[in-house]
């Protein structure tokens, strides 16, 4: 078996750990065989996943872009939807479709990664009475692909067959994924954003202020091994590799994110850095892997901030060092301006005692939180004289309405940090050796 083949298998065991005994393949290349380890049957059109029942397991390989049902228009809305149906319908519940495309010669790979693992996360059918569709675990590159042909485009989907409750029929989003890419984080909004936060980054400060957060890890051993967790654009990864010489894997759960990570990626070929679309609270990272875990500005996005600690936990070396910033909350009663804010993004914003708390219980050690807001405040006040500044440039791609939607949220987040409402903070603390 290949290296490819059992990151597969790695990638697949994660999302359904019960393992694998009716395995079919679709293969458009003879590459993946997984011949010697499942007992499979091989398939080579579409329509004849149609004769298969009881699967666990089902892989398809380069099919969607050769046979057209991912072209360069977009996607063939009715071809995909008998595919991902036929799929559905031949897998057990539980069971594992893995989708592997390659869109290094596709046409546009900026729209069709996010578009397609859209696509396939909200996908919902009724199949014999059951309402079924994918719990999408990633979306990842191909490990072999980068390291050998320096290809950050072949890419895996992972997703697992599960029974959902319908929506409510005016819900505006599907899954939590499908709502940070059509809410906060679109293609216009992460474009403008870049624009304030400068090139690259989706965070407070930019280039200049991720390296004064890096800088608080205390120092780096060279080459070693760091987590991304909501990585965004991809910043702050190819700064902890480039600057630092780390090896680093980013994960988003947004696919316009970090969909444009990649391609940036793939342009600049830095073989240090790779990277996952997948829920950072539920994907399987290993046990003792990384010497360094980095978040900057995600885990206010994160309702169970548990799952989440435990997770950073078990994945982290023992040892190593884990260094977070995240919007927090102050002690000021908070205003209904405030409010409206919060439940707009969802957020799960906590106090400095709650993370330190959090964090004792999960049996880190070293621990140090400390409230950065007055620094908030400062680099607030600096980006949006800058928008005011550069409203020209600004205008060449964006619009009046982008403009006021920035500015008042700059100026609303002034005042939510003068009510002691919004706090910007950080949190580092190690794993006993
Ligand atoms: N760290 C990046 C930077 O500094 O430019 C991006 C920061 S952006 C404010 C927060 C990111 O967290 C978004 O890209 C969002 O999609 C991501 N995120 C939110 N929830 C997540 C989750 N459960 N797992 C992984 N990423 C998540």
């Not at 444009?260 to 342009?267: F, G, L, N, T, Y």
């Not at 400095?352 to 400390?370: N, P, S």
């Amino acid at each position: 078996m290949s290296a490819t083949e059992r990151q597969i298998l790695r990638l697949a065991n994660a999302a359904a750990p019960a393992g694998f005994k009716q395995v079919a393949i679709l293969p458009r290349t003879s590459s993946l065989k997984f011949s010697g380890l499942l007992s499979s049957s091989t398939h080579s059109e579409v329509t004849s996943l149609d004769s298969v029942s009881n699967a666990d397991l089902i892989v398809v390989d380069k099919v969607l872009v050769s046979d057209g049902l991912v072209t360069k228009d977009g996607l063939q809305g009715g071809p995909l939807d008998s595919f991902l149906l036929s799929a559905l319908t031949a897998l057990n519940t539980g069971g594992v479709l893995v989708v592997r495309e390659d869109l290094s010669q596709h046409a546009n790979p900026r729209v069709t990664l996010p578009s397609l693992t859209d696509y396939v996360d909200v996908f919902r059918r009724d199949i014999s009475g059951k309402y079924v569709g994918f719990d999408f675990y990633c979306a990842e590159q191909l490990d072999s692909s980068i390291h050998l042909t320096g290809n950050y485009l072949d890419f895996v989907w992972i997703l697992r067959k599960k029974e959902f409750t319908p929506p409510a029929a005016d819900a505006a989003t599907v899954t939590f994924r499908d709502f940070l890419d059509k809410t906060q984080y679109t293609n216009t909004g992460i474009g403008a954003y870049e624009w304030m936060f400068g090139k690259d980054f989706i965070s407070p400060g930019g280039y200049d202020e991720n390296i004064r957060v890096l800088e608080q890890f205390g120092g780096f051993e060279y080459g070693a091994k760091m987590l991304d967790i909501g990585s965004g654009i991809g910043g702050g990864v190819r700064q902890a590799a480039a600057v630092y010489g780390l090896q680093v894997t980013g994960v988003d759960l947004s696919a316009n994110m970090l969909s444009e990570a990649i391609v940036r990626i793939h342009d600049e070929k830095d073989s240090r850095v790779n990277y996952s679309i997948c829920d950072a609270v539920t994907y399987d990272f290993g046990e003792n892997v990384y010497d360094y875990i980095f978040s900057r500005d995600c885990i206010q996005h994160i309702p169970d901030q548990d799952a989440l600690f435990k997770n950073i936990y078990k994945s982290l070396k023992p040892g190593g060092v884990v260094l977070i910033t995240m919007y927090g909350k102050g002690k000021g009663a908070w205003t209904e301006a405030f409010k409206k804010y919060n439940d707009q993004r969802f957020y799960h914003l906590q106090t400095l005692d709650e993370v330190k708390e959090r964090a004792l219980k999960h049996g880190f050690e070293a621990v140090h939180v400390e409230n950065m807001t007055e620094r908030f405040r400062e680099i607030l006040t600096n980006e949006r004289a800058h928008l005011e500044k550069e409203k020209a440039d600004f205008f060449k791609n964006y619009t009046q309405a982008e403009f006021d939607s920035l500015y008042n949220g700059w100026s609303a987040k002034l005042k939510y940090i003068e009510a002691d409402n919004h706090n910007w903070n950080l949190f580092r603390a190690r794993k006993p050796a």
